[in-house]
């Protein structure tokens, strides 16, 4: 039962098609496994409708309709063989990957500390993302934390509790810079979560700042 | 101007017969009313133009794809023209990054949200339909002022600052208006869900 969901606001961008690159990802993820907010975008994307409905039309060029007229005719460019497998490091069993990262390079994972690693997401088209992967064992703590910018989280699997409240699988959370947390691992299993950040991450201890330039945020 | 019952039966037409002149009729409706949406949410003029076309030239080719009983056309329309304009964005994005062309673009994939749209789970594509009638109903119901400022989120941030400076209003303003008529439309979808 997913308890953690984004807010409308997120879910009408996410309708609207003006978040960012690693925020649509994120929200995407989401959207995946959470069939109420699916819902809720798809209200969204009936406003976007209607609005296009009410709009006051633009003036196309005289010449518009013959060129598209002409272009029809084109067949679609054919894909190039078969698409190219972009890398992903392993999963544990049961684990899918979202299909909002299927344009993205995913690193192999990268050891930050004991029973913790990260894995760099790179988003095609953009260089201003910061999406990654952080893959945390069971019971284990991340350091304490604030953000700068607005961090989302999408929770692929375990579970985690910040103090705040229970994540689980297929949660969402939207975190800035009001909120100063140290997410403890439940001890049912490792956890990997999806996140984006908009801002540097701060962390409060020298160690976990060298972490935090290791994962580049 | 055509119904939409006329404007489904014209897709209709362009699915199964590949007919031009209903493709023209539905391109004289719905390309102008593109241009103009992608115009208003930040797009250059002569980009807005070439999307519209390209929006277009994607509903002849999807229009067996069409489903009315899953979506209003209108609705479908839109959720094209959204996904070329993130896609333009983001490639005009690359080409300013490093000065290249962009070598990953592929034409066929599919943003997210469509991608999401192409795989819905059974009972969501029953209730498709419904719900959308429900959500334009929840609109009429909405007053002018909410419903205008409801489209302004479809627009870009600066399009939210223009405005705001036309209306004169602090741009915090223009952002909470759009959050009470998000939540009004909210509650007036709750009362129709079963």
């Known amino acids: 039962m997913i308890a953690h969901h984004p807010s409308d606001d997120l879910l009408l961008r996410a309708a609207a098609g003006t978040l960012d690159a690693g925020a649509a990802i994120v929200v995407g993820a ?14 969204f994307e009936s406003v976007g409708g209607a609005m296009l409905e009410s709009i006051e039309p633009a003036l196309m060029a005289p010449e518009a309709l013959a060129r598209t007229l002409a272009m029809i005719d084109t067949p679609p460019v054919a894909r190039s063989a078969a698409p190219t497998r972009l890398p992903r490091p392993e999963l544990p069993s049961g684990v899918n990957w979202p299909r909002s990262l299927a344009d993205c390079a995913v690193s192999r994972w990268h050891w930050m500390g004991p029973g913790m690693r990260w894995s760099r997401v790179t988003v095609p088209h953009t260089t201003d993302a910061n999406v990654f992967l952080l893959r945390i064992g069971a019971g284990k703590a991340l350091a304490n934390h604030t953000h700068s910018g607005l961090e989302l989280t999408h929770v692929m699997c375990g579970s985690f509790h910040d103090g ?54 | 101007m055509p119904s939409g019952d006329e404007l489904i039966e014209l897709v209709r037409a362009v699915a199964l017969a590949s007919d031009r002149g209903a493709f023209a009729v539905l391109f004289k409706h719905f390309a102008p009313r593109i241009k103009a949406y992608l115009v208003r949410a930040g797009t250059a003029s002569e980009l807005a133009e070439e999307l519209a076309q390209e929006t277009m030239i994607a ?18 329309v839109f959720t094209i023209a959204r996904n070329l304009r993130v896609d333009a964005l983001r490639r005009r994005h690359d080409a300013q990054a490093d000065g290249s062309m962009d070598s990953n673009a592929n034409p066929d994939a599919e943003p997210l949200v469509q991608a999401v749209h192409d795989a819905p ?55 909470s208006r759009i959050r009470l008529a998000v939540g009004h439309l909210r509650r007036l979808l709750q009362g129709t869900e079963p």
């Open chain 2, 59 to 76: 509903v002849w080719r999807k229009a067996a794809l069409f489903d009315p009983a899953r979506a209003q056309l209108s609705t479908w």
């Open chain 1, 30 to 43: 989401h959207l995946e496994s959470c069939s109420a907010c699916r819902t809720h975008v798809r209200a």
């Open chain 2, 121 to 175: 789970q059974p009972d969501e594509q029953l209730a498709g339909a419904r719900r959308e009638a429900a959500v334009r109903r929840a609109l009429q119901q909405l007053a002018p002022e909410q419903l205008q400022i409801l489209w302004l989120s479809f627009y870009d941030e600066q399009s939210h600052a223009r405005i705001a400076s036309e209306l004169d209003v602090p741009l915090g303003t223009v952002k």
């Open chain 1, 164 to 217: 705040r409240a229970l994540f689980a699988a297929g949660d969402f959370d939207a975190a800035d810079g009001s909120v100063h947390h140290q997410p403890v691992l439940e001890s049912g299993g490792e956890c990997i979560c999806l996140a984006s950040v908009e801002g540097r991450l701060v962390f409060d201890s020298a160690i976990a700042r060298m972490i935090g330039s290791l994962v580049g945020i």
